[in-house]
């Protein structure tokens, strides 16, 4: 359990976070490989293979979560395959609760996501999702992705307001962003080990671990 009473802003992160990451496993892991294949005539453990080498590439930097370099890269119509999918967007276990228990708590809470604005957008679109938070930062309006140091310095710089580090817990599902965020000085770290409830919890993890967001409620 988080010591709430020395916690004065909350940062969450999006996807496998507060919404499940079944959605963008299956956009990214299957949809897209498969038009891709389609488009460019070839099998598609070849667009997979392709695909998957251009991500390891990209990996940890913005080009990796930005949606303008998959669809130059890909040739298809990204922003319009996540409208297509839509549906399948959902929040995981009690995160609607969480985030109103923590308001309700006075604590600030703010969305920290890699992922492209329009991204959100769509996902708002869904679920309502900006309408239970204060704020949301992404990494693409900062100019480093989450696994940089600079993206803490300017979410500092953006959080006014007596904003302090060491009175900040984070979550999120993303090992390396959480040890970034260490070395910045936020005091409180949780990870989730589940971000897509069809895949399995994962036990390796190097953070405390939640599975779900009513074992935590202030």
Sequence with gaps: MPPWAEIDTVLLDMDGT????????????VVVPERYAEREQMDSPRAV???YRDMLASKATLDFYDLDYWTRRTGLDIDAIHTELS?????????PAFAAA??????RLV???????????????????????????????LGAPKEDARYWQQLAQRLSGGY???RTLLIDDNDVVL??????GIGHLLCIAQPDSTG???????FEAVYDFAEIMP
């Design 102 to 107: 923590v308001r309700a708590a006075g604590k």
């Design 164 to 166: 302090q580090p060491a």
């Design 18 to 29: 507060l919404i499940d990451l079944h959605f963008d496993n299956h956009l990214w892991n």
């Design 200 to 206: 399995a919890a994962r036990t390796d993890l190097p």
């Design 49 to 51: 293979e392709l695909l």
């Design 87 to 95: 549906t399948l967007i959902r929040y995981r276990p009690a995160a």
């Design 179 to 184: 040890a970034a965020a260490q070395r910045a």
């Design 111 to 141: 969305l920290a996501t890699n992922a492209h604005p329009r991204s959100v957008a769509v996902k708002h679109a869904a679920i309502g999702l900006l309408d239970c938070l204060d704020a949301c930062y992404s990494s693409h309006e």
